[in-house]
C-alpha cells in the first residue's frame, strides 16, 4: 500500500472511550470475529438494533483470507450501514492475535483503529519489548494497542484448559507500566475454539478463575481486561451440527453466568469467534439436509446470517450488558 490511511477517515474509532464507559458502567464490549459479508452484515444489524458499540475482529487468517483492501472498505461499508440503519454506532476495527510488529504496523497504516500484539508465548521480557514497540508506533497516530499475558491453551495444541498458564496478577501490573498498552488480555480459565473443557460424566464446567482476575483488579484499578476465548458453545447449535451429520460431541464452553460476572468486573472486551462458527454451520447443515435440491448461496447463507443476528443481540442484551450503550 502506498499511502497510509487513518481510522479516522474511516468513521472508526479507537477502543479507548468505549472501554473507559465499560468499565465504568459494570458492562463488556463484544469483539466478533469476521470473515465474510454475511457475518458483517450480521454483526451491524444486530448491534445496531441493540445499540451496542462494537469490535470488528480480524484475525490474521481472515486478513489472508478476505484481503487487506476489501476488509477496508467492507468496516468502511459497516459504519455506513450502521448509519443508514439509524443514528450509526461506535466501531472498531481491531487486528486479533497479531504476532509481529510489522503486522501491527501494516494494519494502523491500512485502517485499523486497534490492535492486538500476542507476545504472551515469549519470554516475558521479550514480551514487554515487543509490546512496547507496537505501543510507541500506535499512539502516534492514536490506534489503541492490546496486549497479552498467560498462555490460552487451544484445541489446536491438542492441550485443554487446566493446562494454560494463568496470568500472574504481579506481572500483569508490571507490564502496563512498562509498555503502557491500553488494555491486556489474561489467562483466567478460558481458551480458544469449541473444546475448551474435557469433562468426564456427569461433571460440570469448572469456574473460571475470579481470583486471579481480583487481584488484578486490585493491583491495576480501572484497568481495561480483556477476556478471550469467551464462547459458550452454544449446546443447541452443536446439537443441530451433529443431528444434520457433523461430528462434534465433547464440544463445550463458557457457561453464560460465568460472562455475565466477568462483565460486570474489569473485563470490559470479551472476544467470540467460535458461537458464531457455531451457529453459521448449524443452520447451513439443517438447511441443506431440509433443501437437498436448493443451490442458491443466498438461501443457506441468509440462514446462517439471520441466526448469526439472534445470536448476536443475545449475548449483548443478556450476556455482555452492552445493548443500549451506544
Ligand atoms: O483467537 C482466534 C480467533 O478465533 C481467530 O481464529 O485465526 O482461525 O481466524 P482464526
Ligand atoms: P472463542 O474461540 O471462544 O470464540 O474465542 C475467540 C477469541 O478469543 C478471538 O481472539
Ligand atoms: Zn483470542
Do not use: W
Not at 448449524?282 to 437437498?292: D, G, S, Y
Amino acid at each position: 500500500m502506498s499511502k497510509a490511511v487513518s481510522y479516522k477517515d474511516l468513521g472508526l474509532v479507537n477502543s479507548r472511550e468505549l472501554f473507559r464507559s465499560a468499565v465504568a458502567g459494570g458492562y463488556a464490549i463484544p469483539a466478533y470475529n469476521f470473515n465474510n459479508l454475511e457475518q458483517l452484515q450480521a454483526i451491524v444489524t444486530a448491534c445496531s438494533e441493540t445499540r451496542s458499540p462494537v469490535i470488528l475482529q480480524v484475525s490474521k487468517g481472515a486478513r489472508n483470507y478476505a484481503n487487506e483492501t476489501m476488509l477496508r472498505y467492507m468496516a468502511m461499508g459497516a459504519v455506513e450501514m450502521a448509519r443508514e440503519m439509524g443514528g450509526g454506532l461506535p466501531i472498531v476495527l481491531h487486528l486479533d492475535h497479531g504476532d509481529s510488529f510489522e503486522l501491527c504496523q501494516s494494519c494502523i497504516d491500512s485502517g485499523f483503529s486497534s490492535v492486538m500484539i500476542d507476545g504472551s508465548h515469549l519470554p516475558y521480557d521479550e514480551n514487554v519489548a515487543l509490546t512496547r514497540k507496537v505501543v510507541e508506533y500506535a499512539h502516534q497516530y492514536d490506534v489503541t494497542v492490546e496486549g497479552e499475558l498467560g498462555v490460552l491453551a487451544g484445541i489446536e495444541d491438542d492441550v485443554v484448559a487446566e493446562k494454560s498458564t494463568y496470568t500472574q496478577p504481579d506481572e500483569d501490573e508490571d507490564f502496563v507500566k512498562k509498555t503502557s498498552v491500553d488494555s491486556l488480555a489474561i489467562s483466567i480459565g478460558t481458551s480458544h475454539g469449541a473444546y475448551k473443557f474435557k469433562l468426564k460424566e456427569g461433571e460440570s464446567v469448572p469456574p473460571l478463575r475470579f481470583d486471579i482476575l481480583e487481584e488484578v483488579e486490585q493491583r491495576i484499578p480501572g484497568f481495561p481486561i480483556v477476556l478471550h476465548g469467551a464462547s459458550s458453545v452454544v449446546p443447541a447449535y452443536v446439537a443441530l451440527i451433529n443431528q444434520y451429520g457433523g461430528q462434534m460431541d465433547g464440544a463445550v464452553g463458557v457457561p453464560e453466568d460465568q460472562l455475565r460476572r466477568a462483565a460486570k468486573s474489569a473485563v470490559c472486551k470479551i472476544n467470540i469467534d467460535s458461537d458464531g462458527r457455531l451457529a453459521v454451520t448449524a443452520k447451513i447443515r439443517e438447511f441443506l439436509a431440509n433443501n437437498p435440491s436448493e443451490f442458491d448461496p443466498r438461501k443457506y447463507l441468509g440462514a446462517a446470517r439471520s441466526e448469526l443476528v439472534t445470536l448476536i443481540k443475545n449475548k449483548n442484551e443478556a450476556v455482555l450488558g452492552s445493548a443500549g450503550k451506544a
